[in-house]
């Protein structure tokens, strides 16, 4: 095995480039002109590493970021887009089963409805969080994607800009969802997913969620408020029961009226049990293909809302509460873990799996199940390390 260079240089990344990158593309049925042609210009970006050590919908405390993705400017633009292209959304609606809104919350949190879609060239951006980004190994398959988009659709790598992460378009697709969901919606032989015209982009976008089980006709969940004694174990969006179970337990809608039937949802708390509640449905699930992050899923729900007519959020946030960390939440699964309650991954990403952990964690140690990652549970758990 060829050693990796350890200085993060434009030459050291050259050399991976040539002696371990491109190996490892050619045994992928990659050809090697391909390859080397769209290298040919390719440089180490160390802000995109930067970068994504301070994505917002996984730095921020999810108030602020809920305020940055909400804003009145971007409602108000979303429903003036909404009408331009109500022909274009409508005709979406009807061959996707994706409802306008949604869609509209995507384009106006993704690019501000087209206005933003990057300008970084994305074979650089894509090789250097393979070679030096947090989750290499996919940033490689997504720089394969790109080869094959040039081998196999004869897309060329100069003309591919696009966000710091290898997002291209109004939709911000990652390259192997432009090779597996775009379509050529207005029929005109060429799927453009990033020129000016959206058709094409939003109809895939479209797609991609069709494709990830999108139901036509549920909402991606409300705001609820919880019973005084609610058991907190049973929150967690790895958990699901039917409306009428959480009726039967004393949910109610965020005005006190009965929560809506739209089939099983799970009780997802954003910031444990002394923040805003809210019941999420399948397709907060399916918004979380397109974004692996539950502050974006919420975000996008919240926006879609906001877009139709919907007013803000009733109560308050815990506003004075310490936000924690990527190292914070590294260090909570490894000491979850060494605990014995497995996070079964350590990556500073706050996902079902580490909830869970910590929901068993706080049952273990009498305190309120919720879930919730902050700086006592981190405590919590030193002092436990400590003995």
Same mark, same amino acid.
């Not at 993704?110 to 206005?115: K, R």
């Given at each position: 095995?060829?050693?990796?260079?350890?200085?993060?240089?434009?030459?050291?990344?050259?050399?991976?480039?040539?002696?371990?990158?491109?190996?490892?593309?050619?045994?992928?049925?990659?050809?090697?002109?391909?390859?080397?042609?769209?290298?040919?210009?390719?440089?180490?970006?160390?802000?995109?590493?930067?970068?994504?050590?301070?994505?917002?919908?996984?730095?921020?405390?999810?108030?602020?970021?809920?305020?940055?993705?909400?804003?009145?400017?971007?409602?108000?633009?979303?429903?003036?887009?909404?009408?331009?292209?109500?022909?274009?959304?409508?005709?979406?609606?009807?061959?996707?089963?994706?409802?306008?809104?949604?869609?509209?919350?995507?384009?106006?949190?993704?690019?501000?409805?087209?206005?933003?879609?990057?300008?970084?060239?994305?074979?650089?951006?894509?090789?250097?969080?393979?070679?030096?980004?947090?989750?290499?190994?996919?940033?490689?398959?997504?720089?394969?994607?790109?080869?094959?988009?040039?081998?196999?659709?004869?897309?060329?790598?100069?003309?591919?800009?696009?966000?710091?992460?290898?997002?291209?378009?109004?939709?911000?697709?990652?390259?192997?969802?432009?090779?597996?969901?775009?379509?050529?919606?207005?029929?005109?032989?060429?799927?453009?997913?990033?020129?000016?015209?959206?058709?094409?982009?939003?109809?895939?976008?479209?797609?991609?969620?069709?494709?990830?089980?999108?139901?036509?006709?549920?909402?991606?969940?409300?705001?609820?408020?919880?019973?005084?004694?609610?058991?907190?174990?049973?929150?967690?969006?790895?958990?699901?029961?039917?409306?009428?179970?959480?009726?039967?337990?004393?949910?109610?809608?965020?005005?006190?009226?009965?929560?809506?039937?739209?089939?099983?949802?799970?009780?997802?708390?954003?910031? /444990?049990? #002394?923040? %805003?509640?809210?019941?999420?449905?399948? @397709?907060?699930?399916? !918004? =979380? $293909?397109?974004?692996?992050? +539950?502050?974006?899923?919420?975000?996008?729900?919240?926006?879609?809302?906001?877009?139709? /007519?919907? #007013?803000? %959020?009733?109560?308050?946030?815990?506003? @004075?509460?310490?936000? !924690? =960390? $990527?190292?914070?939440?590294? +260090?909570?699964?490894?000491?979850?873990?060494?605990?014995?309650?497995?996070?079964?991954?350590?990556?500073?990403?706050?996902?079902?799996?580490?909830?869970?952990?910590?929901?068993?964690?706080?049952?273990?140690?009498?305190?309120?199940?919720?879930?919730?990652?902050?700086?006592?549970?981190?405590?919590?758990?030193?002092?436990?390390?400590?003995?």
């Amino acid at each position: 095995m060829i050693p990796l260079p350890e200085v993060l240089d434009q030459d050291a990344f050259l050399v991976w480039v040539r002696q371990v990158l491109r190996p490892r593309i050619l045994e992928r049925n990659i050809h090697p002109h391909v390859f080397d042609a769209a290298m040919s210009e390719v440089s180490f970006r160390p802000d995109i590493i930067e970068r994504q050590n301070n994505q917002k919908e996984f730095s921020l405390p999810v108030w602020e970021y809920l305020d940055i993705v909400t804003t009145e400017d971007r409602v108000r633009k979303g429903r003036q887009e909404m009408r331009r292209h109500r022909a274009l959304l409508n005709r979406i609606e009807q061959d996707f089963g994706v409802e306008p809104a949604i869609i509209a919350a995507i384009w106006g949190l993704e690019t501000g409805y087209g206005v933003n879609r990057g300008n970084i060239p994305i074979v650089s951006a894509l090789a250097t969080l393979a070679w030096r980004g947090r989750r290499a190994a996919y940033f490689e398959y997504e720089l394969v994607a790109v080869f094959r988009l040039v081998q196999s659709r004869g897309c060329a790598p100069s003309s591919m800009i696009g966000s710091w992460a290898g997002a291209v378009g109004h939709g911000q697709f990652m390259p192997s969802s432009v090779l597996n969901f775009a379509v050529d919606f207005d029929r005109d032989g060429v799927h453009n997913i990033c020129g000016d015209d959206p058709t094409d982009a939003l109809a895939s976008v479209a797609n991609y969620l069709r494709k990830h089980d999108w139901k036509t006709g549920q909402p991606w969940g409300f705001q609820v408020r919880l019973p005084d004694g609610f058991n907190y174990a049973l929150s967690g969006t790895d958990q699901t029961r039917s409306s009428a179970d959480w009726a039967a337990m004393g949910v109610v809608s965020a005005d006190g009226g009965p929560v809506p039937d739209y089939g099983a949802g799970s009780i997802f708390l954003p910031v /444990g049990a #002394r923040g %805003l509640a809210f019941l999420v449905l399948r @397709n907060f699930h399916v !918004i =979380t $293909r397109y974004n692996k992050s +539950e502050a974006y899923a919420l975000g996008i729900g919240l926006l879609s809302d906001r877009i139709l /007519g919907d #007013r803000p %959020l009733r109560g308050e946030w815990p506003t @004075n509460e310490c936000a !924690i =960390t $990527r190292g914070d939440v590294i +260090e909570i699964q490894f000491l979850l873990s060494q605990a014995g309650f497995d996070t079964l991954g350590v990556d500073g990403l706050p996902g079902p799996n580490t909830v869970r952990a910590v929901r068993d964690f706080q049952k273990a140690q009498g305190l309120v199940p919720d879930g919730h990652l902050d700086r006592e549970i981190l405590a919590a758990l030193r002092a436990l390390a400590r003995g």
